[in-house]
């Protein structure tokens, strides 16, 4: 267990909805970062939020939108839902200090989209 | 484009073999080269991570060895088990400035066969 959790476990929705999955850091982990695994893509890095705001962008579609909040949990909203947002996405965070334990990225168990 | 490359896509071994797992990448900025070991419906957890400043680090059967010249690095599996059955990625980042999101190869589905 990586101490993160990612609610919910499974989602099944259709195109055009919309979805907010959910992560939890782990206790003190202030970054919290979401990526999407699909079967051509691998895993892809979506976004980073560091403490409230957001450090970083990679692959993430207009569509899609995240945001930390204060208690440091994280959402992520995908909109207008399309048959090709169907995927895994993972929740990692990590302390993000100096020295190799403090970068080490810790994954949640995911949470698996599928859009009909 | 590509930034880490990982080979082979699955990799069959015998109980007691030796598993090899290749990566290359191309920036030059990374710095900071973890793998991470992921089993059907779990999310991926660090196995081993190594800085460009060794050649080789090791932690129990698993090593990795790192070429900067060649821009490559790899995992050694020793004595691989069938509990080792599972995808690795290997990834990359620059820890050097305020990003820090990992960048992954493709993943090897190993399989150990008993």
């Known amino acids: 267990d990586s101490g993160v959790t990612q609610t919910p476990k499974h989602l099944i929705t259709a195109t055009g909805q919309r979805v907010t999955l959910r992560c939890s850091p782990r206790s003190g982990d202030l970054s919290v970062y979401w990526y999407q695994q699909s079967l051509d893509q691998g895993l892809q890095f979506l976004i980073q939020?560091?403490?409230?705001?957001?450090?970083a962008k990679g692959n993430i579609l207009e569509r899609f939108s995240a945001q930390q909040f204060p208690d440091l949990h994280s959402e992520l909203n995908l909109s207008s839902l399309e048959l090709g947002d169907s995927a895994l996405y993972f929740c990692a965070s990590s302390v993000d200090g100096t020295g190799l334990s403090k970068e080490t990225q810790y994954f949640g168990p995911g949470t698996r989209l599928l859009v009909l | 484009q590509q930034q880490v490359k990982q080979s082979p896509q699955s990799l069959i071994v015998q109980k007691g073999g030796i598993s090899i797992i290749n990566c290359a990448y191309e920036n030059t900025a990374f710095d900071y080269f973890p793998w991470y070991q992921q089993f059907p419906g779990k999310g991926p957890a660090l196995l081993i991570a190594?800085?460009?400043?060794?050649s080789e680090k090791k932690e129990g059967r698993f090593t990795i060895s790192f070429n900067k010249s060649a821009k490559q690095f790899s995992l050694h599996i020793m004595d691989s088990q069938p509990g080792d059955s599972a995808t690795y990625f290997c990834a990359a980042s620059t820890r050097g400035g305020s990003q820090g999101n990992l960048i992954f190869g493709k993943g090897t589905k190993l399989s150990v066969k008993p």
């Open positions: 190594i800085r460009p400043d060794v």
């Open positions: 939020y560091y403490n409230g705001e957001e450090r």
